[in-house]
């Protein structure tokens, strides 16, 4: 099945500057990519989702960058704000049956 | 509109006992999901149900069972609770599933289980 690695585990960045949050997964035939917000004692929520016939999608502060060849897709937030302080999963879909699977999650701190 | 709603949100056991965590969605949505969430071990998938009438395995199901009551709900249940299975248990639903899930995953917000 799908093995999906996300690093790293913990982000910790200034206030205003960016964060970048990698991940690779092992199937090449997954072809969908989402990326989920868990703020404390909520559940996740998406915040953005790219599909393997794009490269790279941006959605004001936050894009997502696809590279097929090498498997991996990063998340990137620019001028960070303490609302961005959260954890951050990434997902991949692979050809098998059980939809989608979660890297471990990054927790990003944004320091004053 | 509620979401995805689940209860109880915390739950304390002794080993051996057992319980039922509910789900039920407003969404109209075909697909729901069980999760649990370990700390450094992400989303693990327990049990899914693609569309009304049918569950399907997910990566850790063993200890579990679950019932697709009708379109709205969907119930975790624990047979004879052990430690191990302390955990935060999310339940998902989204409107396309697997195994073509490309649809967005709408989750509750979690029931907190400690197992004694």
């Known amino acids: 099945g799908e093995n999906v690695e996300q690093h790293p585990s913990t982000l910790s960045v200034q206030e205003g500057d960016s964060a970048v949050i990698k991940c690779t997964y092992s199937?090449?035939?997954?072809?969908?990519f989402p990326w989920y917000k868990q703020e404390l004692g909520k559940g996740p929520q998406l915040i953005i989702d790219i599909r393997s016939n794009v490269g790279e999608k941006k959605d004001q502060r936050i894009a997502v960058t696809l590279n097929k060849t090498a498997k991996h897709f990063s998340l990137h937030i620019t001028e960070t704000q303490p609302e961005d302080s959260a954890v951050y999963f990434c997902a991949a879909i692979g050809g098998g049956a059980d939809g989608l699977t979660f890297g471990k999650g990054t927790h990003l701190i944004i320091q004053p | 509109n509620a979401g995805v709603t689940q209860t109880p949100k915390f739950q304390v056991l002794k080993t051996g006992q057992s319980m039922t965590l509910q789900c039920a969605q407003d969404m109209n949505h075909n697909s729901m999901y069980w999760y649990r969430q370990d700390p450094g071990m992400g989303l693990r998938l327990i049990y899914y149900s693609a569309s009304e009438g049918t569950t399907d395995k997910g990566e850790v199901p063993n200890g579990y069972n679950v019932s697709r009551l009708n379109k709205r709900e969907f119930s975790l249940r624990l047979e004879s609770a052990a430690p191990s299975q302390t955990s935060v248990y999310f339940c998902?639903?989204?409107?396309?599933?697997?195994?073509?899930?490309?649809?967005?995953?709408?989750f509750g917000e979690g029931s907190r289980l400690t197992v004694l």
């Open positions: 199937d090449s035939a997954s072809n969908y």
């Open positions: 998902a639903s989204s409107h396309r599933g697997p195994p073509s899930n490309t649809g967005e995953l709408f």
